[in-house]
Nanobody, 125 residues
Framework: QLQLVESGGALVQPGGSLRLSCAAS????????IGWFRQAPGKEREGISC????????NYSDSVKGRFTISRDNAKNTVYLQMSSLKPEDTAIYYC??????????????????WGQGSQVTVSS
């Protein structure tokens, strides 16, 4: 069974850093493009970053560009989201998602085929 598992969510102070991991179970991650989304209470799920199967192409939303970095280690079957200069408005449940190819509309949840269960990130002093 194909599963994605996020980890690394925590409570962090504003200005701090955190690294999320997205690990795959039951399949080889290097066959998939991977995206990161987040959803804050009362808001829609927002696509914030994605990476192609090779790792050569990455995209970021304006809300995280320059602060977050996506990367992948196919040998470890894991994709990472390094988050820095965190702000209270980054507070959300963070999800990773997988798709067979990186679509132009990557920011839309409907373009992704598989989802993890989410990891809570809270930015607060």
């Amino acid at each position: 069974q194909l599963q994605l598992v996020e980890s690394g969510g925590a409570l962090v102070q504003p200005g701090g850093s955190l690294r999320l991991s997205c690990a795959a179970s039951g399949f080889t991650l290097d066959h998939f493009a991977i995206g990161w989304f987040r959803q804050a209470p009362g808001k829609e799920r927002e696509g914030i970053s994605c990476i192609s199967t090779s790792g050569h192409r990455t995209n970021y939303s304006d809300s995280v560009k320059g602060r977050f970095t996506i990367s992948r280690d196919n040998a470890k079957n894991t994709v990472y989201l390094q988050m820095s200069s965190l702000k209270p408005e980054d507070t959300a449940i963070y999800y990773c998602a997988a798709a067979f190819y990186l679509a132009a509309g990557w920011g839309k949840a409907s373009t992704w085929d598989y989802w993890g269960q989410g990891s809570q990130v809270t930015v607060s002093s």
